[in-house]
């Protein structure tokens, strides 16, 4: 299971933490994804974090977004700094970093709204 939280509503330059609690398999050992989907978008990587803790972010959100895990709590978090109206969507999580239309389950997701 994935189940997103931590979403809701920001002016332009706020911050949200997001979370992301995997479930049902050995979390430490997997490489973990964020997505997000914009109204009337497709889905869209946003970055991952390997089960080396090592982080790769699309250049849209380097230097504002942050991936981190706790493998403990089987929890990935994407913390977001300097959010800008276009990062207004719904994200995800997911594991495996496959192509995102080889994915057959999603999970919950998390809508944050950025208001200019």
């Known amino acids: 299971q994935l189940q997103a939280s931590g979403g809701g509503s920001v002016h332009a330059g706020g911050s949200l933490r997001l979370s992301c609690v995997v479930s049902?398999?050995?979390?430490?050992?997997?490489?973990v994804g964020w997505y997000r989907q914009a109204p009337g978008k497709r889905r869209e990587l946003v970055g991952y974090?390997?089960?080396?803790?090592?982080?790769v972010y699309v250049d849209s959100v380097k230097g504002r977004f942050t991936i981190s895990r706790d493998n403990a709590e089987n929890t990935v978090y994407l913390q977001m700094n300097s959010l800008k109206p276009e990062d207004t969507a719904v994200y995800y999580c997911n594991i495996e970093l496959r192509p995102i239309e080889r994915y057959d389950y999603w999970g919950q997701g998390t809508l944050v709204t950025v208001s200019s």
């Open positions: 974090i390997s089960s080396a803790n090592n982080t």
């Open positions: 049902g398999v050995d979390f430490s050992s997997y490489v």
